[in-house]
């Protein structure tokens, strides 16, 4: 893991896109090659310093929890060994980071789901009694567990620009009210499966994001990465409580730390205003992250 792969270069596959995290390459006209990079995003800003071994963790953890939750809603996997559609040459780029899966018509819809008030939702909250929409009981604290599970959806933005949270009633005019019921209660149920499993190892999923797809029969496919420590808020049960008493975010398994690290510093002389260029990651929080990662999979797997 000491040799971090920042951006991809395979030449043997049409380039389609890079995300984030991601690089999607063309394998036909019915597939695509996901590629993890080890690039870390936070606040939509993709950070100059990756993190080694990032993407190979949150591939793992992926494939994982897709396994697990196959009975749920069908995945975009197709099965078949990334290695298997590039060359000789590039097969090191590609392994043990790399899924081969279905091409997909995407919703451009993301599927938030909380069981916890945290992170934006939290801020929204103490303006409104609400998150996106949502009624909430008063005298909620910031990482409350919620009298039940929401889904808080938000709209797709391009890379750069933030997510924007939208209501229930703006995916209906979006996608219509047969496929946004869909959509919510799936994600509610996958969630709800995957909060429950991941208690008995001793960590909280605070919140979570799905991305969901269109196969070429109309069925509503998970797709894109689920449940890791990037699309999701890890909490280690035995730093919950007492960090909810004080008020404060709980320790975190994911990119929460970074962003603590992140709001706290200065830019200069000022708080950094959250757009391009990032703060240079220092090496420490560059190790105590992949730290974080690795034990959030160890945990989860064990």
Same mark, same amino acid.
């Given at each position: ?9 395979l030449?043997s596959?049409?380039l389609l ?5 991601r690089?999607?390459?063309? $394998?036909?006209k ?10 870390? =995003? ?10 080694p071994g990032?993407? $190979?963790l ?9 396994d ?8 975009? %996997?197709t099965?078949? #060994? ?45 303006d =409104?009694?609400?998150?996106?929409? $949502?009624?909430?009981?008063a ?6 567990? %919620? ?18 949270n939208? =209501? ?6 979006? $996608?219509? +009210? ?15 499966? #995957? #909060? ?7 960590? /909280? /999923?605070?919140?979570?994001?799905f ?8 069925t509503?496919?998970?797709m ?25 975010? +709980?320790? =975190? ?16 002389g ?8 990032s +703060? ?14 690795q ?6 797997t064990?």
């Amino acid at each position: 893991m000491n040799n971090a792969l920042h951006t991809s270069a395979l030449t043997s596959l049409p380039l389609l896109a890079r995300g984030k995290v991601r690089d999607n390459y063309a $394998v036909g006209k019915d597939r695509l090659l996901m590629v993890a990079s080890d690039r870390l =995003s936070a606040f939509d800003v993709i950070m100059g310093e990756p993190i080694p071994g990032k993407g $190979v963790l949150l591939t793992q953890m992926a494939l994982f929890w897709f396994d697990r939750l196959g009975d749920v809603c069908p995945n975009h %996997l197709t099965g078949e #060994a990334p290695e298997s559609v590039v060359t000789a040459a590039e097969v090191p780029q590609v392994t043990g980071r790399s899924m081969l899966v279905k091409r997909l018509k995407p919703i451009p819809v993301e599927a938030v789901v909380r069981g916890y008030l945290a992170g934006s939702g939290w801020k929204e909250y103490q303006d =409104s009694q609400s998150v996106c929409g $949502v009624p909430l009981p008063a005298g909620l604290k910031n990482a409350s567990k %919620l009298p039940a599970t929401i889904f808080t959806p938000a709209a797709k933005a391009a890379v750069g620009e933030h997510d924007e949270n939208i =209501s229930y009633e703006q995916v209906v005019k979006i $996608v219509g +009210p047969e496929l946004a019921a869909q959509i919510r209660d799936i994600s509610i149920r996958i969630y709800e499966a #995957a #909060a429950a499993f991941a208690l008995t190892k001793g960590i /909280i /999923i605070a919140d979570t994001k799905f991305e969901f797809g269109l196969d070429e029969n109309g069925t509503l496919t998970l797709m894109d990465e689920v449940l890791t420590p990037d699309s999701s808020r890890y909490w280690p049960v035995e730093g919950y409580q007492a960090a909810f008493a004080a008020g404060s975010n +709980p320790p =975190s398994y994911d990119k929460q730390f970074v962003r603590d690290w992140l709001e706290q510093t200065l830019v200069n002389g000022k708080p950094w205003d959250k757009t391009p260029p990032s +703060p240079r990651v220092p090496q420490d929080v560059i190790e105590k992250t992949a730290a974080k990662y690795q034990e959030a999979l160890t945990r989860l797997t064990a």
